[in-house]
């Protein structure tokens, strides 16, 4: 409770997915005060799960601490996620429809004349960090989670 230390560095680590980007933190040093502990609030502008660390001081009070034989430890808080988007970014696809009618190079549809969709309609989701960046970790095999493949969907033409 009687140690204070200024510049404390921060760090973090990808833990998964392994071939997974880091992305950056929101805070990448803090001041330790005089107490039992000194809260500091992160982020990250990634996905995934994460080891968040801080690189210990090598001197005190003027005083070498690797000299001295009193080196302080990395602490670390192990693994802690599976972290996930803050939100999704929303876009259409481009819709194309269908001619009911097809005459040499022209195609058409009569008035009142039922027509379909060329291709299914849908949605572009983006993953998106809290900071509003692309989290690029979320587009890596199964660590997308939306599985719902709309397979009740029907069009009609009225």
């Given at each position: 409770t009687n140690y204070q230390q200024q510049s404390i560095i921060l760090n973090h680590t990808l833990v998964e997915?392994?071939?997974?980007?880091?992305?950056?933190?929101?805070?990448t040093s803090y001041d330790h005060?005089?107490?039992?502990?000194?809260?500091i609030q992160q982020s990250v502008t990634e996905v995934g799960v994460f080891d968040f660390s801080l690189v210990p001081p090598t001197s005190y009070l003027d005083l070498d601490l690797i000299e001295a034989g009193?080196?302080?430890?990395?602490?670390?808080?192990?693994?802690?996620?599976?972290?996930?988007p803050a939100y999704f970014a929303v876009s259409p696809?481009?819709?194309?429809?269908?001619?009911?009618c097809n005459s040499g190079e022209n195609s058409f549809t009569y008035l009142g004349q039922?027509?379909?969709y060329a291709s299914?309609?849908?949605l572009y989701l983006q993953p998106k960090s809290?900071?509003?960046s692309d989290t690029l970790n979320y587009l890596i095999g199964d660590w997308w989670?939306?599985?719902?493949?709309?397979?009740?969907?029907?069009?009609?033409?009225?």
């Amino acid at each position: 409770t009687n140690y204070q230390q200024q510049s404390i560095i921060l760090n973090h680590t990808l833990v998964e997915p392994s071939n997974g980007s880091e992305g950056s933190i929101g805070s990448t040093s803090y001041d330790h005060k005089l107490g039992s502990s000194t809260p500091i609030q992160q982020s990250v502008t990634e996905v995934g799960v994460f080891d968040f660390s801080l690189v210990p001081p090598t001197s005190y009070l003027d005083l070498d601490l690797i000299e001295a034989g009193l080196p302080i430890a990395v602490m670390s808080t192990g693994p802690i996620g599976r972290f996930i988007p803050a939100y999704f970014a929303v876009s259409p696809m481009t819709v194309t429809l269908a001619a009911a009618c097809n005459s040499g190079e022209n195609s058409f549809t009569y008035l009142g004349q039922p027509f379909s969709y060329a291709s299914n309609p849908g949605l572009y989701l983006q993953p998106k960090s809290g900071s509003g960046s692309d989290t690029l970790n979320y587009l890596i095999g199964d660590w997308w989670r939306y599985n719902n493949q709309w397979s009740d969907r029907a069009y009609n033409d009225a």
